[in-house]
Structure formats: structure tokens, C-alpha cells
């Protein structure tokens, strides 16, 4: 072993270093005392001064600090043909051996938990690339999630029925909100979906009874049927103008809900959007005619406000 300018380290001094570096933590030192130990049984003491040794033992604690830090943490194996492991509460299982990533299949009731960008399966390292479905249904102790940007698909019903989820955030790689993903979760506010999704599934937040705010994408197309069903807080709305496909109940029980922002170019084929008649349908300036005499929009109040040289693509 050597150091940053390629000199070669002492014998005592290497061996100090990898005891740092276990992977074990009960092998490792517990304090600079039992460092300093070291040196004396190596009789150093006497021939570098106190200043020296403290200066050797920080580098080495900052060395091995970092050497830890940018390990990829290795699971604790749940299966016997290593393809399952646990790590910090989150369990993870092998989706291809080929391609060395993983999914993230469970996790134990925590409020908040790390979902790692890759981990160590049997000494082998898999990429983080899957929510599977389920894998946090019906965790009521959980509060706060953040999903790394690695993760491109997540499960049906993953998030659903936890019931104290406030904090949420979407990784920029998906392309799709599954079925069901974060339905009957009456805590949380705000949802915000990242660019590049192009479908909302069925009932992906139906009853988040206390969502407030909802940010969709300039790549949506579609939004599934009940989609955001009985979201009773949500009072407004802005519909990207690439959404051409809004299925039945998407906003039924929505009781709240006062202003939808259409910027599509031609009215939606919808049946029982919403459950209330006392919605004012904004679009944009010249489609007012268009929709109020669309079989589906004629029911609410339409304005022609909307400026489609600013509107969302």
C-alpha cells in the first residue's frame, strides 16, 4: 500500500490501515488509543514524536473514512442461493445477473429509509433499477421517501396505503405511473412528476385525500381511469397540451376542485370526468366554441383565457 505520491508506507503503518479498512466493524480499531497502542507495542514511540503519530493516525482515519464511504455496502443474504439480501431495512433481490441489477422488493416498517443507487450481493455489484410491486405497500410508519435517479420502473401498488407518507419524490427516469402506485395515502400534499413520464395509470393516486398540488409533465399523454379519484383537496389543475387521452372518473370525487387549464389543441373523449358542474374549464384563446360544444366539456363553464404561446407542450 502507498500513499498519494507513491511512497511506500511503513510495515506498522499499512498494517494499522487495512485493520482500519475491515469490512467487519468489530475488527476494526474503536478509538486512536488503541492506534497509538500499535505504535508502542512497536516500540515507534520512541523514535517519532507525538506530533508525528497524531498526524499519521489522522491520515489514516480520513483515508479509511473515505475508502468506507465509496464502498458499495454489501447486503445481509436473506436466500440461500444469494439472489435476496437485506440492507438497512430495505430489502433487495437480483432481477438479471446479466446486466448486474436489482430490485428493491421490501422494506421493514421505518419512516424514513435509504434506497442505496447499488449494493453488493454475494461480493458481485448490482445497479438499483426496479421498485417492485408491493414493496412498500401498506407501510404506515413511513414518512419521507426519495427514489435515486438509477430506478426507471416502479411497481404497481408500491407506495400504496402508507398512510403517514408526506414526502414523495419521483426518480427522473420513469416513464410511466403504474396502477395504483400511491393510492389511499391521506397524508400527502404534493406531487410533482418528472419530465419523460408518458402515462398515469388507474387509480395511481386515488383517495390521497389530502393532496393539494399536482404538477404533470409536457410529456404526458394519458391519464387512467380514476386516476386521481376522491382527491378532495385538490382545487386546480393544468393539463399539458400533449395529454390527448383522459379516462373515465380520472377526477370523479375530486369536490374541490374549482379551475381545470386545458391547453390541449381539441377536447378530450371523457365520460364522468368530474362529479361537479361548478368547474370553469380555462383553454386556450379561440377553442372556447370547440370545447363548449363538445358533448364531454358543454357541461362546465369554458373560457377561452389560455395564451398558447407559453402554454405547457
Not at 390541449?264 to 361537479?276: D, E, G, I, S, Y
Request: proline residues 4%; neutral net charge; aromatic residues 8%.
Amino acid at each position: 500500500m502507498q500513499g498519494s505520491a507513491g511512497i511506500k508506507l511503513p510495515k506498522v503503518y499499512r498494517s494499522i490501515m487495512e485493520q482500519c479498512l475491515q469490512e467487519d466493524s468489530t475488527k476494526r480499531y474503536r478509538s486512536t488509543q488503541e492506534i497509538l497502542d500499535v505504535f508502542e507495542r512497536e516500540r515507534l514511540c520512541r523514535k517519532i514524536t507525538v506530533g508525528a503519530v497524531a498526524s499519521v493516525v489522522l491520515a489514516i482515519c480520513l483515508w479509511a473514512g473515505y475508502m468506507l464511504n465509496n464502498r458499495t455496502p454489501e447486503v445481509i443474504l436473506l436466500s440461500e442461493n444469494g439472489t435476496r439480501g437485506k440492507l438497512a431495512h430495505v430489502e433487495y433481490s437480483i432481477t438479471s445477473e446479466a446486466e448486474s441489477v436489482c430490485a428493491v422488493t421490501g422494506c421493514e416498517k421505518v419512516a424514513k429509509p435509504v434506497i442505496e443507487e447499488r449494493v453488493s450481493i454475494n461480493g458481485k455489484k448490482y445497479k438499483v433499477t426496479q421498485v417492485a410491486d408491493s414493496a412498500f405497500y401498506g407501510n404506515e410508519k413511513l414518512s419521507s421517501i426519495i427514489l435515486p435517479d438509477g430506478i426507471t420502473s416502479v411497481g404497481r401498488k408500491s407506495f400504496a396505503l402508507c398512510r403517514n407518507l408526506q414526502t414523495f419524490a419521483f426518480p427522473s427516469g420513469i416513464t410511466e405511473i403504474p396502477v395504483g402506485c400511491l393510492h389511499h395515502n391521506p397524508s400527502l400534499k404534493k406531487v410533482v412528476i418528472p419530465e419523460g413520464v408518458i402515462r398515469i395509470d388507474a387509480d395511481a393516486f386515488a383517495c390521497c385525500t389530502s393532496l393539494e398540488e399536482v404538477v404533470l409533465p409536457s410529456t404526458l399523454e394519458s391519464i387512467g381511469c380514476g386516476a386521481f379519484y376522491d382527491c378532495k383537496n385538490l382545487k386546480e389543475l393544468t393539463i399539458p397540451a400533449s395529454v390527448h387521452t383522459i379516462e373515465n372518473f380520472a377526477f370523479f370525487g375530486c369536490e374541490r376542485l374549482e379551475h381545470i387549464y386545458n391547453y390541449a389543441p381539441k377536447p378530450q373523449q371523457v365520460f364522468r370526468l368530474f362529479n361537479t358542474g361548478n368547474i370553469v374549464v380555462h383553454v386556450p384563446k379561440g377553442l372556447e366554441t370547440l370545447y363548449a360544444e363538445d358533448e364531454n366539456w358543454r357541461q362546465y363553464q369554458v373560457i377561452g383565457d389560455l395564451n398558447t404561446t407559453s402554454r405547457p407542450s
